[in-house]
């Protein structure tokens, strides 16, 4: 045996074999020819079409005397039983034993199959298109999506939870058709036509992108190695999945991330292909970095695409450690192996995604709705939000803004509105933008103001300032309405418990307060700016020192937190006095403060916020994103949970309005099948390995078992990576997450049925194609009222509810299809019309049934009814009178 420090191979006495026993630097072959050396003395021939699957093994599963080229003797070992009876191929399959690639297919009818290619494009295109601008107003989500493409063009800042660049993508498109982003998207139902919204044309965008799927999916199956049949029957399966279709033809987020999922597994599999010819070329290389260009805008779209980057990740570190194992893999070979995958499928994604983040800071430069989800630091970057410098020193007798550190709910504020129970005093509340009424006036305690004889001259302080000291005992003067901060021994007007009081505003003209608005000020040094500023840890320092204010006599803290008064209180956050806070949300620091005596000192030192860089703003967003999106806990009318989806549980009503309905439904007989195609794998390999601890290990070596088993281990895997994820997570949930993992499945299918169909003749494949193609064109065209808006009948309706859950409503249609022929606005509705055609008779919108709540945050969840987004609607225009609104998506 050799050393371990010379990467040498067991003893062979094949010239190549010695080539390799000879030490690294012995060699004078570039890295790619021994690689490509390696994969000639490996597999001999890179055209055995018997062998593991290329992108989990690079071991050959066949003997090494397998007799490539001779007929007979490949007669002979179909009779012995040592290979299947596949007939031999002239031209290359995907089995190839070639250093973990896959080989690429020329097609035996490449004249046919462009033909088959071209074909369902078309078709593709007919069924996603069809009749594309009806509904001709908002559609679910387009409420969001569609106002997020407004919010670009119009370049006010937004926040959402949700990477930019499926929303740039259609914000282009909106821009290059002449759209001004001045469009009201608020709610279902909106007219497009008569507000000049080129809708159709941005509509087009995700449908193209999900025609686009349809090919994809064809030459991905091709390429893993499954016949035309398998390959067109997975093609037609998705072109008649109604779920798709659905998500396709309006203004979503969810075509972009499939068809850049679909796009990322058909590049790493012909990055495979080009692997398994020829390693470290000019194609190898463009198949690879495409693949990460494609991760990086899967995650891109949504953080979803994690998942098919994990997957990805998967077969790649699979792939290295074959290599690894190997003893005639040489060392520096390895490591290029990996340095170049790490590079192109973790680097340039993560740049790329980055990449977007720039663009989208660099389109949204003005101010906007989602300000008061970002810091001050980063607000201070927007056009409109610029703070000028402000002096640091604090006195008794400055007016200050007061912010909250923890939860962005914006500075301490009061108006003139006093609350409905409790003591009904003036209210307090966090309000996020800057205001008049969030001015204060810090005083000093009341026995400064009240001796035995008199009260000082309301000047006093003005002319006698002094620090405000750690430990020193103030009080806040809300300048706007001359009252002062107050609280008392009665509960918060929202969160009713023992330990949370109200806070108000009290006091009345020449009342000079009680104890009750005394505040004792507690300096957190370990939260202040002591590193560029020591002094902060001793007196309030304006921007660097961090306090919390502690009642004199009730022994609470002055507190926040993220609960919302009702409309009463304006959706702005509740301000209470805890005397069980949490440190982060009872923490305070001062935002501005002025004084007559430093206006007057030139020299007096001021200060503001650093100016944040691309990247310190880019991780606030990933946080702010983030933190977002977990806090989507509250019940939703139209949530699911992972574990009803494969037999898809349920939908989610999208548009409802001149007795139609768009309702999000997949293709049931197609979901069905792909869950019996999971049961199938499921119960294929508990067999195989049952069988091989039993000793039947010809088995594991049987070429075609082999073949199938590692096909659908990759698919299963990928299904896994984007389903069983979702179980672990709490947030709110709908069906239309399950779609990534449906497109595997539906794979698997495809993969089932090439394995049940491999003993059968063409002809027969032919029929078994058709019967599913049959069944799933038929349970197509049952749904596809739901799918386009369709015309129904309450009978055809209730006939279509094979599942109780399915809560689609049957009393909106007719109960007949005349009745459609007599109603001039449904008619009206669903005529084509140009853009700026009015419509013929008003149309109003049918009403729903209450369905449930939303989120408490507008725009921080999913509309999913119109009952939803009236109610969204509501909330949002109690925020436009505050001029805030704050934006969310799953």
């Not at 497009?192 to 919204?197: D, E, I, K, L, M």
């Not at 979803?304 to 077969?315: C, D, Q, S």
């Not at 792939?319 to 194992?325: A, K, T, V």
């Not at 000291?469 to 806040?476: F, K, P, V």
Request: net charge positive; with cysteine.
């Amino acid at each position: 045996m050799s050393s371990l420090s010379s990467p040498i191979i067991p003893q062979s006495s094949s010239s190549t074999d010695q080539q390799f026993h000879q030490p690294i630097r012995a060699r004078t072959k570039s890295t790619r020819a021994l690689i490509n050396d390696f994969k000639s003395e490996a597999g001999g021939d890179c055209h055995d079409q018997n062998l593991a699957h290329p992108l989990w093994s690079t071991k050959p599963i066949s003997s090494q005397n397998y007799p490539h080229s001779d007929p007979d003797a490949h007669k002979a070992w179909i009779k012995s039983g040592r290979l299947s009876a596949e007939p031999i191929r002239s031209t290359p399959t995907i089995w190839s034993k070639c250093g973990g690639g896959l080989e690429v297919i020329n097609f035996e009818n490449g004249s046919i199959e462009n033909v088959i290619i071209l074909l369902i494009t078309i078709l593709a295109i007919g069924v996603r298109c069809w009749k594309i601008w009806r509904p001709d107003s908002v559609v679910f989500d387009e409420v969001h999506f569609g106002e997020f493409a407004s919010k670009y063009i119009r370049s006010t800042f937004f926040m959402d939870v949700h990477p930019p660049l499926a929303k740039l993508l259609i914000t282009l498109v909106g821009f290059l058709f002449g759209y001004d982003g001045k469009f009201d998207f608020k709610q279902i139902g909106n007219d497009y036509p008569s507000n000049r919204v080129p809708y159709v044309q941005m509509r087009l965008l995700p449908a193209l992108l999900g025609v686009a799927v349809v090919p994809l999916s064809y030459l991905t199956m091709r390429i893993i190695g499954l016949r035309l049949h398998s390959a067109l029957l997975g093609a037609l399966l998705i072109i008649f999945e109604n779920g798709l279709i659905i998500q396709s033809r309006f203004i979503l987020l969810d075509s972009p991330l499939i068809f850049f999922t679909a796009l990322s597994i058909f590049l790493h599999t012909g990055f495979c292909n080009e692997d398994a010819k020829r390693s470290f070329t000019r194609r190898w290389w463009i198949w690879l970095s495409l693949t990460g260009l494609s991760l990086g805008a899967v995650v891109s779209c949504k953080w979803i695409g994690l998942f098919t980057i994990a997957t990805t990740g998967v077969m790649t570190i699979k792939q290295l450690w074959e290599l690894l194992g190997d003893l005639r893999v040489p060392i520096p070979l390895l490591a290029r192996s990996f340095l170049a995958r790490f590079i192109c499928l973790a680097i340039i994604p993560i740049l790329f995604y980055i990449f977007t983040f720039q663009i989208h800071f660099w389109v949204l430069s003005n101010s906007g709705d989602g300000d008061a989800f970002m810091s001050s630091g980063f607000q201070q970057t927007l056009r409109g939000r610029w703070m000028p410098d402000t002096y640091v020193d604090v006195f008794i007798g400055s007016n200050v803004t007061i912010k909250h550190v923890n939860t962005l709910g914006g500075y301490l504020h009061s108006h003139p509105q006093p609350y409905p129970g409790g003591s009904k005093q003036q209210q307090i509340t966090l309000y996020p933008h800057q205001d008049d009424n969030n001015v204060w006036t810090i005083l000093g305690k009341l026995s400064d103001d009240i001796d035995i004889h008199n009260r000082k001259p309301p000047d006093y302080y003005l002319k006698n300032p002094r620090w405000v000291n750690a430990t020193s005992l103030i009080r806040l003067h809300h300048v706007e309405t001359d009252k002062r901060l107050h609280t008392h021994n009665i509960r918060a007007p929202v969160t009713e418990v023992d330990y949370q009081n109200e806070v108000s505003a009290y006091g009345f003209k020449n009342f000079p307060g009680d104890a009750n608005d005394e505040w004792i000020v507690e300096i957190v040094s370990q939260q202040s700016d002591v590193v560029n500023d020591p002094i902060s840890a001793q007196r309030l320092r304006t921007l660097r020192t961090k306090f919390r204010l502690r009642h004199s006599l009730q022994n609470c803290y002055l507190f926040s937190h993220k609960v919302r008064l009702p409309n009463w209180g304006f959706n702005q956050q509740e301000v209470t006095c805890n005397q069980l806070p949490t440190l982060t949300n009872s923490l305070w620091y001062i935002e501005t403060s002025t004084h007559p005596l430093l206006r007057a000192d030139k020299k007096a030192t001021k200060v503001n916020y650093p100016q944040p860089n691309f990247f310190a703003k880019f991780w606030e967003l990933q946080r702010v994103m983030y933190q977002t999106n977990k806090a989507l806990v509250e019940h939703h009318a139209y949530d699911s949970r992972p574990i009803s989806w494969p037999l898809f549980g349920r939908g989610i009503n999208y548009w409802m309005k001149d007795h139609r309905q768009v309702y999000l439904i997949g293709n049931p007989f197609v979901w069905w099948l792909a869950v019996a195609s999971l049961g199938v794998y499921a119960a294929f390999k508990t067999l195989l390995i049952l069988r091989t601890k039993r000793g039947y290990l010809h088995e594991m070596r049987n070429p075609t078992v082999s073949k199938y088993d590692r096909i659908a281990e990759y698919l299963t895997i990928g299904w896994a990576h984007h389903y069983l994820p979702f179980f672990l997570m709490t947030r709110q949930l709908f069906i239309h997450h399950y779609f990534p993992a449906l497109y595997y499945s539906i794979f698997l299918v495809c993969t089932v049925f090439d394995l049940a169909t491999s003993k059968l003749s063409n002809p027969s494949r032919w029929k078994v194609l058709m019967m599913i193609m049959v069944m799933a064109i038929w349970t197509w065209s049952i749904f596809s009222p739901l799918t386009y808006a369709g015309t129904w009948t309450r009978r055809e309706c209730e006939l279509a509810k094979w599942r109780r859950s399915w809560d689609f409503s049957c009393n909106e249609f007719f109960e007949s299809r005349s009745d459609y022929e007599n109603d001039g606005r449904t008619r009206a509705g669903f005529e084509w019309r140009k853009n700026g055609e009015a419509e013929a008779g008003e149309i109003q919108a049918a009403t729903i049934k209450p369905v449930g709540m939303l989120a408490p945050i507008p725009n921080a969840f999913e509309a999913k009814s119109n009952q939803d987004v009236e109610q969204a609607n509501n909330t949002t225009r109690t925020f436009q009178s505050e001029d805030q609104e704050m934006d969310k998506f799953d």
